[in-house]
Protein backbone atom coordinates (compact mmCIF):
# COMPACT_ATOMS: atom_id res chain seq x y z
CA UNK A 1 0.00 0.00 0.00
CA UNK A 2 2.05 3.23 -1.15
CA UNK A 3 1.63 6.40 0.77
CA UNK A 4 0.56 9.74 -0.73
CA UNK A 5 0.30 13.42 0.10
CA UNK A 6 -3.57 14.53 0.58
CA UNK A 7 -3.47 17.66 -1.34
CA UNK A 8 -0.69 20.23 -0.21
CA UNK A 9 -1.59 19.84 2.90
CA UNK A 10 1.42 18.06 4.46
CA UNK A 11 -0.65 14.96 5.78
CA UNK A 12 0.42 11.50 4.24
CA UNK A 13 -2.56 8.91 3.73
CA UNK A 14 -2.68 5.77 2.54
CA UNK A 15 -3.75 5.25 -1.13
CA UNK A 16 -7.23 3.57 0.11
CA UNK A 17 -9.10 4.80 2.79
CA UNK A 18 -11.95 2.48 5.32
CA UNK A 19 -15.03 3.92 5.45
CA UNK A 20 -16.74 3.22 8.24
CA UNK A 21 -20.23 4.75 7.33
CA UNK A 22 -21.83 1.01 7.14
CA UNK A 23 -21.13 0.39 11.18
CA UNK A 24 -24.38 1.22 12.96
CA UNK A 25 -26.50 1.49 10.15
CA UNK A 26 -26.00 2.73 6.11
CA UNK A 27 -24.36 6.64 6.42
CA UNK A 28 -26.17 9.00 7.97
CA UNK A 29 -29.83 7.97 6.87
CA UNK A 30 -31.79 7.64 10.51
CA UNK A 31 -34.51 5.32 8.50
CA UNK A 32 -31.47 2.77 8.39
CA UNK A 33 -29.91 2.74 11.96
CA UNK A 34 -29.31 -0.44 13.48
CA UNK A 35 -29.51 -2.14 9.91
CA UNK A 36 -25.80 -1.94 9.37
CA UNK A 37 -22.52 -3.63 10.75
CA UNK A 38 -22.82 -4.52 14.39
CA UNK A 39 -19.95 -3.26 16.29
CA UNK A 40 -17.87 -7.27 16.12
CA UNK A 41 -17.99 -7.20 12.20
CA UNK A 42 -17.26 -3.72 12.18
CA UNK A 43 -14.41 -3.92 14.36
CA UNK A 44 -12.87 -7.04 12.56
CA UNK A 45 -13.46 -4.94 9.00
CA UNK A 46 -11.02 -2.44 10.54
CA UNK A 47 -8.45 -4.95 11.50
CA UNK A 48 -8.57 -6.28 8.05
CA UNK A 49 -7.94 -3.53 6.62
CA UNK A 50 -5.31 -2.35 8.97
CA UNK A 51 -3.28 -5.68 7.71
CA UNK A 52 -3.89 -4.53 4.52
CA UNK A 53 -1.74 -1.12 5.34
CA UNK A 54 -4.52 1.25 4.73
CA UNK A 55 -4.20 4.02 7.67
CA UNK A 56 -6.95 6.38 7.57
CA UNK A 57 -10.51 5.59 9.09
CA UNK A 58 -13.34 8.15 7.42
CA UNK A 59 -16.39 8.24 9.74
CA UNK A 60 -18.39 11.21 10.35
CA UNK A 61 -20.71 12.14 13.29
CA UNK A 62 -23.63 10.82 11.95
CA UNK A 63 -23.13 7.29 10.68
CA UNK A 64 -25.33 5.24 12.36
CA UNK A 65 -26.92 7.68 14.54
CA UNK A 66 -23.31 8.17 16.53
CA UNK A 67 -22.38 3.97 16.48
CA UNK A 68 -19.76 4.11 13.74
CA UNK A 69 -17.58 6.97 16.03
CA UNK A 70 -17.81 5.32 18.78
CA UNK A 71 -16.69 2.00 17.08
CA UNK A 72 -13.74 4.00 15.77
CA UNK A 73 -12.88 5.30 18.81
CA UNK A 74 -13.19 1.50 20.11
CA UNK A 75 -11.42 0.26 17.65
CA UNK A 76 -8.44 2.75 18.25
CA UNK A 77 -8.28 2.43 21.56
CA UNK A 78 -8.19 -0.73 22.04
CA UNK A 79 -5.85 -1.80 19.01
CA UNK A 80 -3.64 1.64 19.41
CA UNK A 81 -2.54 1.79 15.93
CA UNK A 82 0.67 3.68 15.35
CA UNK A 83 0.47 5.71 12.28
CA UNK A 84 -3.43 5.91 11.91
CA UNK A 85 -4.83 8.66 10.69
CA UNK A 86 -8.54 9.63 11.71
CA UNK A 87 -11.50 11.34 9.29
CA UNK A 88 -14.51 12.77 10.58
CA UNK A 89 -17.40 14.87 9.18
CA UNK A 90 -19.30 17.47 10.87
CA UNK A 91 -22.88 19.57 9.53
CA UNK A 92 -25.34 16.48 8.87
CA UNK A 93 -28.12 16.77 11.90
CA UNK A 94 -27.32 15.20 14.84
CA UNK A 95 -28.60 17.47 17.44
CA UNK A 96 -32.00 17.94 19.23
CA UNK A 97 -34.02 19.92 16.68
CA UNK A 98 -31.53 19.99 14.06
CA UNK A 99 -33.13 19.60 10.27
CA UNK A 100 -30.91 21.10 8.14
CA UNK A 101 -27.12 20.85 7.78
CA UNK A 102 -25.34 23.13 9.88
CA UNK A 103 -21.47 24.46 9.37
CA UNK A 104 -22.03 27.35 11.41
CA UNK A 105 -18.95 28.18 14.08
CA UNK A 106 -20.65 27.28 17.26
CA UNK A 107 -21.74 23.90 15.80
CA UNK A 108 -18.83 23.07 14.51
CA UNK A 109 -16.80 23.74 17.59
CA UNK A 110 -19.52 21.62 19.82
CA UNK A 111 -19.54 18.81 17.33
CA UNK A 112 -15.71 18.96 16.72
CA UNK A 113 -15.43 18.52 20.80
CA UNK A 114 -17.69 15.53 20.63
CA UNK A 115 -15.93 13.73 17.89
CA UNK A 116 -12.84 13.94 19.70
CA UNK A 117 -14.64 12.36 22.78
CA UNK A 118 -16.03 9.44 20.73
CA UNK A 119 -12.61 8.89 18.73
CA UNK A 120 -10.04 10.40 20.96
CA UNK A 121 -8.59 12.69 17.89
CA UNK A 122 -9.63 13.81 14.90
CA UNK A 123 -6.51 14.39 12.27
CA UNK A 124 -8.86 15.16 9.47
CA UNK A 125 -12.08 17.20 9.39
CA UNK A 126 -14.86 17.53 6.55
CA UNK A 127 -17.58 19.69 6.01
CA UNK A 128 -20.58 16.97 5.98
CA UNK A 129 -22.47 19.21 3.02
CA UNK A 130 -22.81 22.54 2.04
CA UNK A 131 -24.74 24.81 4.73
CA UNK A 132 -26.88 28.04 2.38
CA UNK A 133 -27.71 29.38 5.65
CA UNK A 134 -24.36 30.13 7.01
CA UNK A 135 -22.08 32.93 5.92
CA UNK A 136 -18.49 30.97 4.06
CA UNK A 137 -16.50 32.91 5.98
CA UNK A 138 -17.81 32.14 9.33
CA UNK A 139 -17.53 28.14 8.78
CA UNK A 140 -13.96 28.91 7.21
CA UNK A 141 -13.25 30.78 10.63
CA UNK A 142 -14.10 27.92 12.59
CA UNK A 143 -11.62 25.26 10.62
CA UNK A 144 -9.16 27.75 10.89
CA UNK A 145 -9.40 28.26 14.94
CA UNK A 146 -9.41 24.59 15.24
CA UNK A 147 -6.28 24.27 13.19
CA UNK A 148 -4.88 26.93 15.00
CA UNK A 149 -5.45 25.16 18.33
CA UNK A 150 -4.22 21.74 16.62
CA UNK A 151 -7.87 19.92 17.42
CA UNK A 152 -7.34 18.78 13.67
CA UNK A 153 -4.48 19.00 10.97
CA UNK A 154 -6.96 20.01 7.60
CA UNK A 155 -9.91 20.38 6.79
CA UNK A 156 -12.28 19.19 3.50
CA UNK A 157 -15.62 19.33 1.82
CA UNK A 158 -17.90 16.70 1.12
CA UNK A 159 -20.72 16.50 -1.13
CA UNK A 160 -19.99 19.87 -2.85
CA UNK A 161 -20.21 21.10 -6.61
CA UNK A 162 -17.85 23.08 -8.48
CA UNK A 163 -19.18 26.57 -7.71
CA UNK A 164 -19.48 25.58 -4.07
CA UNK A 165 -15.72 24.92 -4.03
CA UNK A 166 -15.05 28.06 -5.96
CA UNK A 167 -16.57 29.82 -3.35
CA UNK A 168 -14.59 28.47 -0.40
CA UNK A 169 -11.71 28.52 -2.38
CA UNK A 170 -12.27 32.53 -3.21
CA UNK A 171 -13.33 33.32 0.14
CA UNK A 172 -10.03 31.46 2.21
CA UNK A 173 -7.82 33.51 -0.05
CA UNK A 174 -9.30 36.70 -0.16
CA UNK A 175 -9.57 36.33 4.07
CA UNK A 176 -6.46 35.00 4.55
CA UNK A 177 -7.96 31.51 5.83
CA UNK A 178 -7.03 28.01 5.49
CA UNK A 179 -8.15 26.32 2.71
CA UNK A 180 -10.04 22.98 2.12
CA UNK A 181 -7.51 20.24 1.02
CA UNK A 182 -9.71 17.86 -0.40
CA UNK A 183 -13.12 16.76 -1.45
CA UNK A 184 -15.02 13.46 -0.72
CA UNK A 185 -17.73 13.43 -3.72
CA UNK A 186 -19.32 10.04 -4.88
CA UNK A 187 -17.37 8.76 -7.92
CA UNK A 188 -16.95 5.63 -9.63
CA UNK A 189 -16.77 4.41 -13.08
CA UNK A 190 -20.50 4.56 -13.71
CA UNK A 191 -20.86 8.09 -11.75
CA UNK A 192 -18.55 10.26 -13.44
CA UNK A 193 -20.39 13.89 -13.14
CA UNK A 194 -17.23 15.47 -11.45
CA UNK A 195 -14.74 14.91 -14.29
CA UNK A 196 -16.91 17.72 -16.50
CA UNK A 197 -16.05 20.62 -14.23
CA UNK A 198 -15.12 20.03 -10.70
CA UNK A 199 -12.11 17.83 -10.87
CA UNK A 200 -10.41 20.54 -13.20
CA UNK A 201 -11.04 22.40 -10.49
CA UNK A 202 -9.69 20.10 -7.61
CA UNK A 203 -6.57 19.35 -10.09
CA UNK A 204 -5.69 23.30 -10.49
CA UNK A 205 -6.07 24.39 -6.92
CA UNK A 206 -4.00 21.38 -6.07
CA UNK A 207 -6.32 19.42 -3.53
CA UNK A 208 -6.85 15.75 -3.21
CA UNK A 209 -9.96 14.12 -3.89
CA UNK A 210 -11.07 11.01 -1.60
CA UNK A 211 -14.01 9.45 -3.32
CA UNK A 212 -16.88 6.95 -1.33
CA UNK A 213 -19.53 4.94 -3.47
CA UNK A 214 -16.45 3.29 -5.34
CA UNK A 215 -18.46 0.24 -6.18
CA UNK A 216 -21.84 1.87 -6.30
CA UNK A 217 -23.26 0.23 -3.85
CA UNK A 218 -22.22 -3.88 -5.02
CA UNK A 219 -23.36 -2.78 -8.67
CA UNK A 220 -20.38 -2.98 -10.21
CA UNK A 221 -19.88 -6.44 -8.92
CA UNK A 222 -21.66 -9.26 -10.83
CA UNK A 223 -24.17 -9.56 -8.31
CA UNK A 224 -26.73 -7.92 -9.83
CA UNK A 225 -26.49 -8.95 -13.05
CA UNK A 226 -28.42 -12.26 -15.07
CA UNK A 227 -31.71 -11.50 -13.51
CA UNK A 228 -30.21 -11.57 -9.68
CA UNK A 229 -32.39 -10.04 -7.14
CA UNK A 230 -31.30 -7.27 -4.55
CA UNK A 231 -30.83 -9.24 -1.33
CA UNK A 232 -32.98 -8.45 1.71
CA UNK A 233 -30.37 -6.86 4.45
CA UNK A 234 -28.11 -5.82 1.49
CA UNK A 235 -26.54 -1.54 0.72
CA UNK A 236 -28.80 -1.63 -1.82
CA UNK A 237 -31.92 -2.57 -0.28
CA UNK A 238 -31.54 -0.17 2.40
CA UNK A 239 -30.51 2.77 0.85
CA UNK A 240 -32.52 1.47 -3.00
CA UNK A 241 -33.22 5.55 -3.67
CA UNK A 242 -29.41 6.25 -3.40
CA UNK A 243 -28.81 3.31 -5.55
CA UNK A 244 -31.74 3.11 -8.02
CA UNK A 245 -29.99 4.62 -11.34
CA UNK A 246 -26.92 2.09 -10.82
CA UNK A 247 -30.12 -0.34 -11.18
CA UNK A 248 -31.41 0.44 -14.86
CA UNK A 249 -31.39 -2.24 -17.30
CA UNK A 250 -28.90 0.00 -19.96
CA UNK A 251 -26.60 0.68 -16.44
CA UNK A 252 -26.63 -3.19 -16.07
CA UNK A 253 -25.71 -3.57 -19.45
CA UNK A 254 -22.71 -1.78 -19.30
CA UNK A 255 -21.97 -3.68 -15.96
CA UNK A 256 -22.41 -6.68 -18.34
CA UNK A 257 -19.75 -5.20 -20.69
CA UNK A 258 -17.45 -4.21 -17.74
CA UNK A 259 -17.69 -7.96 -17.10
CA UNK A 260 -16.30 -9.24 -19.90
CA UNK A 261 -13.35 -6.97 -20.00
CA UNK A 262 -12.58 -8.35 -16.63
CA UNK A 263 -13.13 -11.80 -17.38
CA UNK A 264 -10.26 -10.89 -20.25
CA UNK A 265 -8.06 -9.58 -17.83
CA UNK A 266 -8.58 -12.54 -15.56
CA UNK A 267 -9.90 -10.34 -12.41
CA UNK A 268 -13.55 -9.54 -10.65
CA UNK A 269 -15.67 -7.63 -12.26
CA UNK A 270 -15.21 -4.84 -8.91
CA UNK A 271 -11.69 -5.72 -8.86
CA UNK A 272 -11.27 -4.06 -12.23
CA UNK A 273 -13.71 -1.45 -11.18
CA UNK A 274 -11.44 -0.64 -7.86
CA UNK A 275 -8.02 -0.60 -10.56
CA UNK A 276 -9.95 1.94 -12.57
CA UNK A 277 -10.53 4.38 -9.42
CA UNK A 278 -6.83 3.69 -8.49
CA UNK A 279 -5.32 4.40 -11.80
CA UNK A 280 -7.23 7.99 -12.10
CA UNK A 281 -5.24 10.74 -12.23
CA UNK A 282 -7.14 13.00 -10.40
CA UNK A 283 -8.09 10.33 -7.49
CA UNK A 284 -5.88 10.47 -4.63
CA UNK A 285 -7.65 7.44 -2.66
CA UNK A 286 -10.68 5.52 -2.81
CA UNK A 287 -12.62 4.87 0.15
CA UNK A 288 -14.07 0.95 0.30
CA UNK A 289 -16.36 0.20 2.81
CA UNK A 290 -16.31 -4.28 2.47
CA UNK A 291 -19.04 -5.93 4.10
CA UNK A 292 -17.84 -8.72 4.69
CA UNK A 293 -14.43 -10.70 4.84
CA UNK A 294 -14.02 -11.93 1.48
CA UNK A 295 -15.10 -8.83 -0.51
CA UNK A 296 -11.71 -7.48 0.71
CA UNK A 297 -10.48 -9.77 -2.39
CA UNK A 298 -11.38 -7.38 -5.23
CA UNK A 299 -9.18 -5.03 -3.89
CA UNK A 300 -6.07 -7.45 -3.22
CA UNK A 301 -6.75 -7.66 -7.15
CA UNK A 302 -7.33 -3.68 -7.75
CA UNK A 303 -3.75 -2.92 -5.98
CA UNK A 304 -2.14 -5.82 -8.16
CA UNK A 305 -3.36 -4.47 -11.24
CA UNK A 306 -1.35 -2.36 -13.48
CA UNK A 307 -3.62 -1.24 -15.92
CA UNK A 308 -2.11 -0.14 -19.54
CA UNK A 309 -3.77 3.26 -20.72
CA UNK A 310 -5.36 1.19 -23.24
CA UNK A 311 -7.08 -0.43 -21.01
CA UNK A 312 -8.02 2.19 -18.35
CA UNK A 313 -9.67 4.08 -21.78
CA UNK A 314 -11.47 0.53 -22.86
CA UNK A 315 -13.22 0.70 -19.47
CA UNK A 316 -13.50 4.43 -19.49
CA UNK A 317 -15.47 3.92 -23.10
CA UNK A 318 -17.79 1.94 -21.38
CA UNK A 319 -19.47 4.25 -19.21
CA UNK A 320 -20.63 7.81 -20.46
CA UNK A 321 -18.66 10.73 -18.03
Known amino acids: MKSVELGRSGVQVSEVFFGAGGIGGVGSSRAAIGRGLKIGPGLERMDEAWSRGIRVIDTANSYGGGVSESTVGRWLGEREPEGAVVATKVGAPVEPGQTTVDLSGPHIRRQLAA ?79 DERDLLPLVRSAGLGYTPYSPLAGGVLSDRYLDGAEVQPGSRIDIARGFYADFLTEAALARVAQLRGVARDLDVSTSGLALAWLLHHPDVTAPIVSPRTSDQWVALDEALEIELAEEEYEAVSALFPS
Open 115 to 193: SIRKLGRVDLFLTHAPDPSTPIAETLTAMAEAIETRRIRAWGASNIGVRGLEELLNIADAEGLPRPEWVQNGFNVAMRG
